[in-house]
């Protein structure tokens, strides 16, 4: 089970970091991985962490996102910097094969 939190509205130029807690898996053993879907939008990979702690971005949040992961907390995180309206969706973290429940951000003034 993933229970993701931290979304929530944000102005333009804003931060926000989302939490991703996982539970009954081997946390340590699986990477993490953030998608993003957009209204109206497919669902969109966003960032991934490895298990060795390589992280991956897509081209759209790189340079403003920063994935991370801590094992001894079984939690993924993703902060995130700089957001505009482009970046309203519901975030989705992917873990082991589970999906979390997604939570939304909403970027407006």
């Known amino acids: 089970q993933l229970q993701a939190s931290g979304g929530g509205l944000v102005q333009p130029g804003g931060s926000l970091r989302l939490s991703c807690v996982a539970s009954?898996?081997?946390?340590?053993?699986?990477?993490v991985n953030w998608y993003r879907q957009a209204p109206g939008s497919q669902r969109k990979w966003a960032a991934g962490i490895s298990i060795s702690g390589q992280t991956n971005y897509a081209s759209s949040v790189k340079g403003r996102f920063t994935i991370s992961r801590d094992n001894s907390k079984n939690t993924g995180y993703l902060q995130m910097n700089d957001l505009g309206a482009e970046d309203t969706a519901v975030y989705f973290c992917?873990?082991?094969?589970?999906w979390g429940q997604g939570t939304l951000v909403t970027v407006s003034s």
């Open positions: 009954g898996l081997v946390f340590s053993a699986d990477a």
């Open positions: 992917y873990i082991g094969g589970t």
